[in-house]
């Protein structure tokens, strides 16, 4: 029997930093707005046969184990001692390798890792308790230097509206907003920068600077309100003018702190401009990724595409984390 699990990248829209776990624990409380997109970390496992002492981990490296605490890769690692299987196993992870594009790369291969040990041992599947555990997993081994919204992103699929309490995320519905986000997606692209980096190093930087934990308190104030005015708007237009604004607010917050932005990537950010472009938003945590673009029309977009800009489409992926038993 083997376990084919796949699960999305997510682009996080509004509400990205407020969802870390130190900042909540202040008493704070906060929102995200984000979605999943196509493109999928997949990962296969199956139980290895009677005999068998040694099990066999392929994902950019490969490593035998005989026993959970000796393997390299971190987060395997952890999710493997975290379900105690009790037998070896053989697992396989191929995909997209986006790890440090702030596309949620390391949390999408959790989630679906996540899965397939779930399912092996027989226990809950439910994607909000993969998510969970997912998050509980990350979040111990980066000691608190990610959050959690990218595991709900990526393992529900769609546009989700995810509130957050201390050590708590609870999935909310709106149906006007959720119509409002997959609309405005359809405009949207992603805009290489050439340039990767850790997040757990960015976001490491600022924990607990207070500057930054007010830059925190204003994007979290930002997607609040919008959130709040969501069901008011008369319109389509006037709608997707706040979102614009409400993104764009929360990204002025975002550059202002500590290892976000450089020079090149203002200076690039300036050059998307130039093309009739309007630059959203820096996803993840900064330093490098993807700029989030909305494109003035077609042919600024090709024009883009034309003079050597990596310039990728956006599509929702509705489904997350996907799971299948194969015999």
């Known amino acids: 029997m083997i376990i084919l ?34 493109g999928n970390n997949t990962v296969a496992a199956m139980k290895r046969d009677n005999g068998c002492d040694k099990g066999i981990l392929n994902y950019s490296s490969r490593e ?22 009790g037998f070896p196993i053989e697992l396989t992870s191929f995909g997209v390798p986006e790890g440090g594009s702030g596309l949620g790369g390391s949390s999408s291969f959790l989630v679906a890792v ?55 995320v609870y999935v909310r519905e709106i149906h006007s907003l959720n119509l409002l986000i997959e609309n405005y997606a359809n405009r949207l692209v992603l805009v290489a920068t050439g340039m990767k980096r850790s997040a757990c190093s960015v976001l490491e930087s600022i924990r607990d600077d207070d500057e930054c934990v007010k830059r925190l308190d204003k994007i979290a104030g930002i997607t609040a309100d919008f959130i709040k005015a969501a069901d008011g708007f008369s319109n389509m237009s006037d709608a997707e003018n706040a979102l614009d604004n409400a993104v764009l607010e929360c990204w002025s917050e975002k550059k202002k702190m500590r290892g976000v932005v450089s020079e090149k990537l203002l200076n690039l950010e300036r050059r998307i401009e130039d093309y009739g472009c309007k630059v959203l938003k820096l996803l993840g945590a900064g330093g490098g990724g993807f700029f989030l673009v909305k494109g ?27 799971m299948q038993v194969l015999d």
């Open 5 to 38: 699990c796949q699960c999305p990248l997510r682009v996080s829209l509004l509400g990205g930093g407020t969802d870390l776990d130190w900042y909540l624990r202040r008493g704070k409380r906060s929102s995200a707005i984000g979605f999943a997109i196509k």
């Open 64 to 85: 035998e184990y005989s026993s959970e605490e000796v393997i390299s890769h971190p987060l395997l690692r952890a999710a493997m001692m975290e379900m105690d299987l």
């Open 114 to 168: 996540v899965g397939a040990l779930l399912t092996l041992k027989g226990l809950d599947t439910a994607k909000e308790s993969i998510c969970k555990l997912a998050s509980d997993i990350e979040v111990r081994v980066t000691n608190g230097s990610i959050g959690r919204q990218d595991h709900y992103l990526a393992g529900l699929g769609g546009v989700q509206i995810l509130d957050f309490r201390q050590d708590d």
């Open 296 to 322: 003035k029309d077609e042919r600024s977009i090709e024009s883009m595409r034309g003079d050597g800009y990596e310039v990728r489409d956006i599509q929702i992926n509705k489904d997350g984390l996907t």
